[in-house]
């Protein structure tokens, strides 16, 4: 594995650690409002996946996108004024956790409905189908969203019609507290793939250098006109739902068993095992991490609020009653 | 529901000018030119394609553009409205059409949560120049799923906009302007309107698009209607106009925005107002203009505005019950001589 990449792997895992670490003390200091969907456990998906796209690739994700946004190039400070619903934030501070948008590098939110990216990102891939172009979408979902009437009306359509489209599960094991087994009659999710016509696959979504192994060849897949795939990453998070679930419904058990499977501490092992990276390596990587959450945090607290209600609803302002000028 | 010939029509072309048409054909001739001009307007929606639309109204165009601009999808409403949320994202102007407006109800996640939300959402930065069009209203003994008018949930929407052409020379206009415009616009086509006759010049200029019309000049009362409210509207005056009441109609054109501005000029001189719909009366559109002509008209009006509309029922399939749930040109002329009643002394 390139040194390079193995940085990066490092370095972006331990950024999405420390910012949900730094957004949680802010919810729980009132400077964060709304719903709250963090992402501890689950950091080889995103950063695995998004580092085998191409940065003209498109993003669409799910309310728990922090991690996506920043990996896929949104500065941290502006994810975190946007958790603080500032006029600097990535979506103007209108949005909030869980609709997180930057145009200018394609990543297309933040869906607080479960089951909407997938309609999402088949339509920016018919678009980039009916342009013939070689661009082609990350769509991630959870396993609760494999319930949804659109993610199986959108695999029809997307195989249907070949549409470059990278499906790819986040299966944390829970939708919100119904744990798998009793949500899902077909547990295994790269299972439904099949019943397409799409190929699919299982993956150790706690192994960041398995989940990039398996993108990269999914992404060449898609990009190379072959139609849709399907990536089911098996992750876990270690937080409730959201700020609001303290994830009662777990045995302290199974969280135990899932952290000594912790991502960040696998590969920090195996980078320095195999040489990719050393210590010096991590503990500077730690210290811009920190530098750089704190300095969200600062900006984010610092920065003004949005002021125009109005702003946005309409391409241009809009008078309901008809007012002539 | 039945097809007819039409003269106007190739076996695989598109519907030509003439001085009159058919709704559908103006509507056709509409999405010939958008197609035309701009590579990025495409069409989405079940049997779009190669059955030509369920009202014909995309006829030929298949043949004309290709599948993947004129796309047959599965049924899927809440997905194939999401796949055309999702392709204005990135740039394309699609135009979905809901078969009939009915099967919206399983795409309201799509319409209301993202078409009508995202630009907000995102601060201004997501544009989503997308047009659904879709037919509503009580045709003819469809039964109670298939005879809905959702007016009033679409108005009250926050970033979608709604025009109800009735004419062929409107279907023409606010289509085309629906499709250049940069935001999500609903088209609400009437199911009974397709196949009725007006005069068509594709190159007359457009009113704004929001903007009502005066179909029929009166001093005596103002009924304000649209859709196929407006044609029932129209019967009921040239028939009070023989007993020497003159009768104001006003086609809305548009539900959202409302061309307040109309209404009041046509109240100031009227001074009595009766909206008549075809929407059920509850939360209506005719309630927000009856009171907000009450707020901002009052001292021009005589009397309070008055609310025809469908009775608070689901659809019935028996036509005559059918024919009673909605108003009639019997119903009209009967509420405008009562409030003609108030004034002949």
Known sequence: ?325 | MTRQRNDNVGIIGTARPAPELEVWQALNIALDRAMERDSSVFILGEDVGLFGGSYRVTQGLYAKYGEWRVRDTPISENSFVGIGVGAALAGGRPVVEIMTINFALLALDSIINMAAKLRYMSGGQLQVPLVIRMPGGVAKQLGAQHSQRLEHTLVNVPGLRVVVPATPQDSYWQLSQAIVADDPIIVLEHELLYFTKGPFDPDAPPPAMHAAAVRREGRDVTLVAWHRMVSLAMEAAAQLSTRGIEVEVIDLRSLRPIDLPLLRESVSKTRHAIVVEEDCRFGGVGAEIAATLGEVAHPDLASPVRRLAASDVPTPYNAELERASIPGTKNIIQAVEELAGLHTD
Request: aromatic share 10%; glycine share 10%; hydrophobic share 40%.
């Open chain 1, 1 to 325: 594995m390139q040194r390079k990449l193995a940085r990066q792997f490092f370095y972006d895992m331990t950024l999405a650690r420390q910012f949900e670490q730094a957004a949680a003390e802010q919810y729980m200091q009132g400077n964060i409002g709304g719903f709250l969907h963090l992402y501890p456990g689950e950091e080889a998906v995103a950063v695995g996946s998004l580092h085998a796209a191409e940065p003209g690739d498109y993003v669409v994700s799910t309310y728990r996108e922090h991690v996506h946004a920043m990996v896929w190039g949104v500065s941290p400070s502006a994810v975190m004024a946007e958790l603080f619903g500032r006029a600097t934030g990535c979506s103007g501070g209108y949005g909030g956790s869980m609709h997180l948008y930057d145009v200018s590098r394609r990543f297309l939110g933040g869906y607080a409905i479960v089951g909407e990216t997938f309609a999402i990102a088949a339509g920016v891939g018919y678009w980039l189908r009916l342009n013939d172009s070689t661009q082609i979408v990350l769509c991630y979902f959870g396993d609760g969203a494999a319930n949804q009437g659109t993610f199986h009306e959108t695999l029809n359509m997307a195989a249907l019609w070949k549409l470059p489209v990278l499906f790819i599960c986040e299966n944390n094991h829970y939708q919100i507290g119904t744990e798998i087994h009793r949500h899902s009659a077909v547990p295994d999710i790269y299972r439904h793939a099949s019943a397409y016509g799409i190929d699919g696959r299982h993956v150790d979504g706690m192994d960041v250098v398995a989940v990039h192994e398996a993108t990269r060849a999914a992404v060449q897949h898609v990009r190379s006109g072959n139609g849709p795939y399907l990536i089911e990453c098996e992750t876990y998070r270690y937080r409730g739902h959201s700020m609001a679930d303290p994830g009662a419904y777990r045995s302290a058990l199974e969280l135990a068993e899932l952290r000594a499977r912790d991502p960040l501490e696998i590969f920090r092992e195996r980078a320095l095992g195999q040489g990719w990276l050393n210590e010096t390596d991590c503990q500077e990587a730690e210290k811009t991490v920190a530098e750089v959450v704190a300095e969200a945090v600062r900006f984010a607290a610092e920065s003004p609020q949005p002021t125009d209600l109005g702003k946005g609803v309409y391409s241009e302002p809009l008078d309901l009653y008809g007012g002539r000028p």
